[in-house]
């Protein structure tokens, strides 16, 4: 099984509501961070929260980190088509420089 | 200032063959990383390398194999190919002491 698995697998909203993505994990971890990828592209780097943060904001991103539920959340506002893609939660288990280890991916679309 | 390149960007092969990608990291980075993703699924951490050396290596059998250059880029070799190595495969570079990874548009390989 995984490290990393976002929920859920697939979301579709309409331009203008929020997204919500959830990852959660099962080892400790020097940090957490959030990629998007466009049509199986490169993944482009989105925020980072370290293991001793609960929130950080980053525009229309909010992401949290609970380390008692092993769990993060994704959180973007007003969506808009622009940020279908596919989201994923890589996990940092900080072991002798970066060692990520990514989650399956949640593939949100955006209807105009 | 250039971001994370990769070559070439498509590759048909057949089983049994061989194959080399190539990775430039992004300007005044020192650590490329390696991962496999197949379709539909997250990126699969291959090898790490730094100092030409390799630093961490994932699940990966030793038909997998790579090199850094002085220069900091480097190379993936896979040999004998088998059908389950379709992919794409994504390089991503970092500073040593920073701990987010900036990926390339990947190399999508088909293995026929």
């Known amino acids: 099984s995984q490290q990393g698995e976002e929920d859920p697998q697939a979301l579709s909203i309409q331009e203008g509501e929020n997204a919500t993505m959830n990852c959660s994990y099962k080892?400790?971890?020097?940090?957490l961070q959030w990629y998007r990828q466009n049509s199986g592209r490169g993944l482009v780097h989105l925020i980072l929260?370290?293991?001793?943060?609960r929130e950080k904001h980053s525009g229309r991103l909010r992401v949290t980190l609970d380390t008692s539920k092993k769990s993060s959340s994704l959180l973007i506002t007003a969506s808009r088509a622009a940020d279908t893609a596919s989201y994923f939660c890589?996990?940092?288990?900080?072991?002798?420089?970066?060692?990520?280890?990514f989650g399956p991916g949640t593939r949100l679309s955006v209807l105009p | 200032d250039a971001g994370v390149t990769q070559s070439p960007t498509h590759l048909i092969k057949t089983r049994g063959q061989q194959v080399t990608l190539r990775c430039s990291p992004k300007?005044?980075?020192?650590?490329v990383s390696w991962y496999q993703q197949a379709l539909g699924q997250g990126p699969q951490f291959i090898f790490q390398?730094?100092?030409?050396?390799?630093?961490q290596r994932g699940n990966f059998p030793d038909r997998f194999s790579g090199h850094q250059f002085p220069n900091y880029s480097s190379e993936l070799n896979v040999n004998a190919l088998l059908l389950g190595d379709s992919a794409l495969y994504l390089c991503?570079?970092?500073?040593?002491?920073?701990?987010?990874?900036?990926f390339g548009p990947g190399t999508r390989l088909l293995v026929l």
């Open positions: 080892t400790s971890i020097n940090n």
């Open positions: 390398y730094y100092e030409e050396e390799e630093r």
């Open positions: 929260i370290r293991s001793n943060e």
């Open positions: 300007s005044g980075h020192d650590t």
């Open positions: 890589a996990t940092d288990l900080g072991n002798y420089g970066q060692n990520f280890v």
């Open positions: 991503a570079s970092s500073l040593t002491e920073q701990e987010t990874q900036y």
